[in-house]
């Protein structure tokens, strides 16, 4: 199975042989001491054990690096920066971290491409990786993805785009009936991969030009002037 609330016994499996210890602090306890790593506060043993207990891991104390396809060399010290990371929270369920790291281990990922937001969060999952495969006795630096994290788009305020700012989906206008050429155009024009004289294209126009590296540079905000140039494309509705 492929849903992660069927997956406990493989994530079970997978912390049984890492270096865990029970956690006692509520989040508000914990952003008392924010910025910084986790305090420390319940290694020893839990502070208040009578409370669901969450379940904490504790990363090797090195720098984790790996080499990223639009960021370049990335290295982090998780011990440092993180400190011990939840695994499973006080309710039970296991953290998006942990999961994310064992699906993509188990499954035999080779190749991840997300949005640069989720950048912080990836020597963490390859810390958790090599932790996993050094616990079965082999090399976990070889059995790692390769990542690529490409920029996310701002609106012109500075927040993430997303439905606020009035942005359709591609479902959405598809079902409005926008040019696809007009679409595509604007796309490849955000991302710093088509000149500004090109008004229609298709995907066949970006194999020339695209490169991940390339795409790790585009503006992570959106032009206003190319907002309101492509306007009849950003402007369409789906009909009710």
């Known amino acids: 199975p492929y849903r992660q609330s069927e997956r406990g016994h493989i994530y079970e499996s997978a912390v049984a042989a890492l270096s865990t210890f029970p956690c006692s602090c509520t989040r508000r306890e914990l952003q008392a001491h924010r910025p910084g790593p986790y305090p420390g506060t ?135 009936g926008a040019d696809p050429a007009r679409v595509v155009a604007f796309l490849g024009r955000s991302m710093g991969m088509l000149t500004d004289q090109v008004t229609h294209a298709v995907p066949r126009d970006l194999l020339k030009s695209f490169r991940l590296d390339a795409a790790g540079r585009a503006p992570d905000r959106l032009d206003p002037q190319l907002m309101e140039e492509f306007g009849d494309v950003l402007s369409l509705r789906a009909p009710p």
């Open 42 to 176: 319940c290694v020893s043993g839990p502070t208040r054990p009578e409370r669901p207990l969450a379940l904490r891991w504790t990363p090797r104390d090195a720098t984790t690096r790996f080499e990223d396809g639009c960021a370049g060399p990335v290295e982090a010290h998780v011990l440092d920066t993180v400190g011990p990371c939840v695994v499973r929270r006080s309710d039970g369920v296991w953290s998006y971290q942990l999961a994310v790291a064992v699906d993509d281990l188990r499954m035999g990922m080779t190749h991840i491409l997300r949005g640069a937001d989720l950048l912080d969060s990836t020597a963490r999952q390859l810390a958790m990786m090599d932790a996993v495969v050094a616990s079965e006795g082999a090399e976990g630096p070889a059995r790692r993805p390769r990542y690529a994290h490409v920029p996310v788009v701002y609106g012109p305020d500075g927040l993430k785009l997303s439905k606020r700012h009035g942005a359709p989906d591609l479902t959405s206008l598809r079902e409005a």
